[in-house]
Structure formats: C-alpha cells, structure tokens
C-alpha cells in the first residue's frame, strides 16, 4: 500500500451514549485504516467494540462525529447503500435460503442476472472451499461451514472494507486457528480492508497489520502487534494483551541519582521519570511478562538483571510452558518457562525470579 | 396447535427477553395506524362505555344528562351485589378446579412423557378451538331431564325416575365452566413447566431433595406464575360469559353477564347495563391483579435448555410404579372429561331419534339432510365465510404492520401499545360486546356485517398480532441487519427476507382469527342485527327448541374447525419449514 494513499475509513471524533445509558459507549473514538490493511479492534466485552463496528456498518449513528469511506462522508448513509459488509457473529445466514441462495443475495440485491450472480456465488463459496455444499440449508451445516458461508456471502460482492464482529466466537480451538489463516490469506488475496473485532489477543496480535485496544468506549492504544504487545501505553493494556506481573516499584532519590526499588531491592537500568529529583521520586509501577521472568537456582549470578528470592507456591502445567506462582514476599510474580526445562519447579521450593530490565515497562502516577 | 397457544400465551404475558432491534428513526408515520387502532377500536369504545354508565333513561331513551343515577341503583341492591359475588365466586372456583386438574396433566405432560407430547397437547387443546355453543350444548344435552346421564341412571335403576338436580343450577354452571376452564389452565401451566430445565431438577436432586421437596422449592416456585396466567385466561372467560348459564344455568344458575346482555336487549336500559359492565370490569380486575400478585416469582429463568427427562433410569421400585401408574390415570381421565360430550354429540347426530337418550334407535343421516335444504342455515354460513374472510383480511393485514412497527421501533412506547391492543381479548366477553355495540352506534354503522367486522377485528387482531409478534422475537435479529448490509433496502429486505421468515406465523395467525370469528357468539350476538352469522342462527334456533339438526350442526362445525387448525398448526410449525430445524 502507497504511504500518501487516501485512508479507506476515517473515523473522525465519534460519540455515541445510547438512551438511557449513563456512561457514553464510545468515547470520542478516532482512527483511519488504510486500503487492505488488516486492522483489529481488541478489548474486553462491553469496551464499545461492537457498537464502534456498527455504526461503521451504518446499523448506529453517532451522535458527534463522521464516518468517511474512501474520502466520502457516509455518517447518515443507510446501512444498504454503504460498500462495506458484514460478517455477523451469529452469522446471521437466512434460514429460508440454500447455501448459494445466501451467498448470491447481495449479488440480487445489486440488480446481477440470475445466471451471473450464480456463477459469481458458486466462485465465492469456492473460494472459502463450501463449492460442495451449494444445495445445503443452513441448519445442514456445522458451526465452522455457517462461518465460511457468511464470509462467503460478505466478500461475494468484493466491498472495500469487511467488518467481522468475532467471527471465530463460536468455534473450537483447532477451527479458529484454521480459520486464522482463512482469513489471512483471503484478505491477502482479494485486498480488501479487514476491520476484525475481538475480544481474543492472540487473534488480534497474529493476523493484524495494526491493533485499537479499547476500554469503556475510548481507545486505549493504537499500533503494530509488536508495539501492542512489547511496549503497553497502559496499565490496562499490559494486562490485557498477554499476561504480565503488575509490581509495586518505589522510586528513591539518593543525592540527583533516582534508583527503582522493588521489595526493598534496588533494580538496575529502569527508567526513572523525567524531571527535577524531588518530583521523580515516588510509587510507581512495573510491567513485566510472564515469558520474561526466568527462574534459577537460589544464589545464581543476576548478570545485570534484576532478580529476587522467593519460594515456589504453585505450578500450573500447560501444555508448552509450566506456569510458575512465585512468592517474594509481599509479592507473587508469576513466571511462564519451558515446560521441558522446568523440572526443577515444585511448590515449596526456593528459587531466584530474574528479568531483564529492558523487558519492564513503568507506569508512573 | 400447542405452540400457537403456548406462543400467545408467552406472548401475551411474559416479559420475554427481547435483543435490541435495529432502532430507525425515519418512517416513524408506520407508528400512526398503531395509534389509529387503538384510539378507533380501544380507547373510544370503552371510554363510550364509562360514558354511558354516567347516563340515565327515560321512557326507554337515553337522556345526556350526567348522573350516578345506575351506580346509585346498583349500590342499593343487594341481589345485584350478591349476584355479581356469586359471578365471581363461580368463575373462580371454576378457574381454580380447573387449575388443579390440569397441573398433573400438565406436569405429565411437560416432564414424564417422552414420546409423542404433542398429540397429547393437542388433543387438550383442541376443545379450546371447539365452538364454545356447542361444548356448552353437548353438557347440557348430558345434564337435562331427557339427557344421557338421566337416562343411564334410570336405566340402571339407580333412580326411578329422571332428576332435575342436573340441569338448569349453580352447579351445572360450575361444572361446565370448570369443563371450559381446563385448555386454558393447561396451556400456561406446560408453558411453565416445560420452560424449566432439567439441570435445576438435578441440581436439587444433587442437593439432597426428596421429589416432594424438589417440587415444593424449585417446580412449583417457577411454575407459579404459568398457574396465575392460567387462572386469569380461564377466570376472564368465564365470567363474562352469558352463553353457557342461560343454557344450563336456569334461575338458580344466572349469572351477571346475561344481566348485562339483558339490558341491552329486553330491558333496553344501556346506562344501567354499561354501568353493571365497569362494575364487573372493575372487579374481575382486581381478582386478577390479587392472583398475579399471589403468582409472581423472582427471578428471570436463564439459558433455554428446557425440559429434557432422563432418557433412562434405574429399574423402577413397585411403590415408583404405583405412584406412575396413578400419575398416568390423573392424566387421562381429564380426557374423558374433555372428549366424553362431544363423542356423545357426533354419535346423537347420527341417532334416528328426536330424543337425545340411550340407547340409541339405530343409524341415520336425515338430520344432515334436514339441514342441507335449511335456506336460512345456508344463507347463516354464507355470511359466516363472508364476515370471516373480512376480518381476517382486515385483522391479519394490520396485525403484521403493526408487529413490525412495533418490534422495530416505529412505536412510541410499543410495551404500552402491545399491551393496549390486546386489552379487547382480556375484556369479559359480554362487556366487549356492549363496548363494540357503542363505539359502532356511535360511528352510525350499520348492524350486520359490517358491525360483527368491526367488533371481530377487534379481538381476532390482537391474537394475530400476538402470534406475528412472538415469531418476530425469536427471529435473529442480525438477519434484517445481513439484508440490509447486503444491499437490500427496507422493502426488499421485507419481501426476500423478513416475509418468508413469518409467513408460517402470519397464514397460521389468519387461520386461527378464522376460527375465532366463525365460532363468536359472544360478541357478534349484540351487533349481527337481524343478519345472524351461523353460530348466532344455531344460538336463535336453540331458543325455540331443540332438533337433532343441531347436532348435525354441531359436528360439522367441530369437524371443519378442527380441519382448519389441523392445516394451521402444519403451515404455523412446519410451514416454513425450509431450514427452520436450526432455529429450534
């Protein structure tokens, strides 16, 4: 995609409080994606996700702000003269109608010939592979087949933006990681811009070009996977995206030196707040990743990282990694380690937790 | 059949959990017919009958002179305040038996059944469908002097000669109102039980709960308030009812629904019969409003699991097997009740004798053939199809206008609205009778047809709109968004989507407001004038005697309306049938 391109869908300074309701759903939401980005919206039930991708659809207005699509304000556009679709999280498939039948009614609804719009149906569904199941109704069909057709049925027409309100919801674990690259390679192939709502991180982090974290209808964060996930603007988002230990640091002032404390340690290498020595100090606090901290024998040489004593309390066996429950005094850190390295691991015994500082991120205030 | 009843029921009276529906605030002028409606057919008329009770007469002509000259009256006599008590007392005790004949079976029927529940259900519900002239009828030929239970009892030799202790007293009218009451406890209390799921049995089970506990605790707490409704839909019945005691009641079995009747046409005092209708109004109103708030529960039953018994279970103990074995007897014997007088009324259309008694003279056909060169019986029927026809077309056309302005918010205030335009169904028969006959005088229409159409519509509507409404709410309601998001615009999405979606509600609604307009005597007797539709010629012919045709009569009508909801049951349930399995 070209850098000075003409973003595909602006959403520019949006409100919206529906009646009756005390806190707004969406709370001044801006942002823009760009033709065939993939571009999600991630965060917990009732952050105002769903209500943001309805009134992209047209089924909301808002009550402040404008919706533009490829340059063209659509705010008081009804839902049906809007080129962007829908794939539901019911999914939303007429009862009434064959599989092709679904997948062919937009195509109806557009004015295409009977034989045309057939055709083009038959190619849609090939290509989320349910040519063979044309005829089905769809109580014949599986969850994961149901999710295929709408999909099929909302790409059918080749809009420019696809909205998914978590389309993967209702499918099991191997089914969603299956659809994951569906859905990835479609959006490569047909370059259409995906907007995916959900509340699922791991969904939002391996498929998207760029992530919105929201929470109580603003948006908390916006960036790459990447930047979501290693560096957190926010408390609220270090937490919610991957799993992270939220510590209580004290920052100490000894002369114009500001040192991070943590349980009564010094920690080397953080970042300690801009400014004169007497406001810098103070509480703060400190984000570090399951997968960052390691664990070693008692004693073990830190190396430049940070580390404290404490004794295992319980051990979770995950599969890929155990998940280790340490408690350091006041404190538990959890820690994520390899599931075939972490023999050593069993409650009650006494370890050293270490991480990286690099791999911390500081909240102040 | 069962599903259209239980769906009117919940319908009509449960808070149903309702997803948002997609809110536009353009094409609010789709609310005004709503509006219309229920200032037309609603608001006037009973605001006409307050009016009138206000009114007083003289010389047998109503003069506009406001007064409490009736309510005056009515408050100095004590026959009447002992006569509307004995009303109350009657229908109540009848709700209330019906009520516990019909928990077991319902509970037989929702919780212990495993095969073939829907025959069972249909077949309680079918007498509700079931002219009620002709149940009413097929008692009283069981009760009188020359009835089958005299004549067996004679016969027998337990009585030496016919009593009269049968027909015409409080207690045939108790009987015979318990008779009517059953279906409609029946139908509430399956709607309640059967919403219950099975995790909570097993879950008080798990706890420690005996069968009885589990019952008292958990089935009867959230099965109260389908009793309650059931109460009410059979109480309302019944007491505005004015067929069934002048045809079995006598002097000792009046009731005050043919008080009222009476003023309107013997006595031709419409003030005093409108001010006797607020009275009965007023209080059947508050029995109502005591026994919901007897029947309310806390609570809102989650997820919809429903019933599901055990597929198997332990070999069952002799003292288990007793007690199924009763449980199955208290569930079929209400069938004999239910289907005993109209049995004996096919077979006496068949019987070559003007006496109904046994034994039977021997098989005929002469009083069908009686009633084939009946003229005016003919001519009874033509006006039935008519006027049926005309208010189904009428009732079903604004019915679904008016349950898709009220689902997708065109209404304002559509809780209020819903509840407004079925308020003519909860209305005693008799006093929406008086109601219509009013608001019709009022507009100078004609009486005849185009008055019964009027007064039908306003009944048979509100259960059209009821049934379209249900079906719309458990439509998903993505589907009209996936329509709309798909390029069709408001039209199209109603023709290609939204139609065929309830077109099963919407044919099944017509034929039941079918059913409803052809059986009606209560209502179209104050407004047919001298142009009587069938049941209201069979009701006149009934007056000056009774011939065996009209049990011909009888059986026919029973047959055809049976047919009617047999068809409409099929299109209702599995008419769309067409993918509708993953709905359910």
Known sequence: MAKDSQPILNVAGVDKTYEGAVRPALDRISFSVEPGEFFSILGPSGSGKTTLLRLIAGFERPDIGRIII????????????????????????????????????????????????????????ELVSMGEFAARLPHQLSGGQRQRVALARAIVCRPRILLLDEPLGALDLRLRQQMQHVLVSLQRELGIAFVYVTHDQGEALSMSDRVAVMSEGRIAQLGTPREIYFDPSSEFVAQFVGCSNLLPIEFVTRGSEVTAMLGGQPLAGLDAPRGDAGSRAGPARMAVRFECVRLGAPGEPANGACSLEGTVEDVLFLGNALEVNVRCGEMSIIAHVPSTGGEGAAPGQRVRVMFEPDNATVFHG | MADIATEAVEAGTMATPVARPLRLRSFSMLGWPVYAWFVALVLVPNLLLIGTSFLRTSNGLIVFDPSVASYLRLWNSASFQWLLMRTLATSAAAAVLGCLIAYPMAYYAARVVQRGRSVLIVLVIIPLWISLLMRVFAWRMILGQNGILNSFLVNSGILDQPSEAFLYTGFSVLLTYTYISIPFAFIAIFTALEKIPHSLIEASQDSGASAWQTFRHVVWPLSRPGVAIGFALAFLTTVGDYITPSMVGGIDGTMIGMVIASQFGIANNWPYGSAIAVCLMVSAGLVLAFVMWLGQTKGVLMGDEGAKPPSSRAPRTPGERLLRAGAAVAFAVPYLFLYAPLAIMMLMSFNDSSVQAFPLQGMTLRWYVELAQNDAMLEAVQRSLVVGFTVVLVSTVAATGFAFAIH???????????????????????????????????????????????????????????????????????????????????????????????????????????????????VTLFLSGTSPTLPIWVWNQMRFGFTPSVNAIFTLVGVGSLLIILLCNRLLFRGPSRGNGSAS
């Open chain 1, 70 to 125: 490829d340059g063209e304000d659509v705010t008081h556009v009804p839902p049906f003269r809007r080129d962007v679709r829908t794939v539901f999280q019911s999914y939303a498939l007429f009862p009434h109608m064959s599989v092709l039948e679904n997948v062919a009614y937009p195509l109806r609804m557009a004015g295409a010939r009977k034989a045309e719009r057939m055709a083009k149906a038959q190619e849609g569904l």
């Open chain 2, 408 to 522: 997708y918010g065109r209404v304002r205030q559509p809780r209020f609205f819903e509840f407004a335009l079925a308020l003519p169904v909860a209305i005693p028969g008799v006093v929406l009778g008086i109601v219509m006959v009013l608001a019709t005088q009022l507009a100078h229409i004609p009486s005849g047809v185009p008055r019964t159409v009027i007064g039908q519509a306003s009944f048979v509507m509100p259960v059209i709109l009821m049934v379209i409404l249900a079906r719309l709410r458990r439509l998903d309601g993505a589907l009209l968004e996936a329509s709309m998001d798909a390029g069709a615009n408001h039209w199209q999405s109603f023709v290609h989507v939204l139609f065929p979606s309830i077109r099963g509600a919407v044919i099944g609604g017509a034929l039941l407001g079918f059913t409803l307009s052809a059986d009606d005597v209560m």
